[in-house]
């Protein structure tokens, strides 16, 4: 199968911070991350449709200031979890 993706993926655990109206305000761990986007995954809290609109934030410096935030568009939903792109340039 053919690679679709334009950015390689980076296998990392970050903390991101998801501000959606489904879930609120939740922490979630990173899957694996790239330069447009980032997979996150559940934990169980409800999540973001395909199509939804969030905003992230590393850890601790979001809740610190707000202006941290990045759009992001929610590309796909797995029972995993979710991946997202950012919208930001």
């Given at each position: 199968m053919?690679?679709r ?8 655990t ?7 109206p489904v879930c ?6 990173t899957?694996?991350l ?5 997979f996150?995954i559940?934990?169980g809290?409800p999540l973001?449709e395909?199509?939804?609109i969030?905003?992230?934030g ?32």
């Open positions: 053919k690679e993706r334009k950015d390689p993926r980076v296998a990392a970050l903390d991101i911070i998801v501000d959606a609120g305000s939740v922490t979630l761990k899957a694996n790239s330069k447009s986007g980032v996150l559940s934990n809290f973001p395909p199509g939804d969030v905003s992230l590393l850890g601790e410096f979001a809740l610190v200031d707000q202006s941290l935030m990045l759009p992001a568009m929610v590309a796909r939903k797995t029972d995993r979890g979710i991946g997202v792109k950012y919208l930001a340039d």
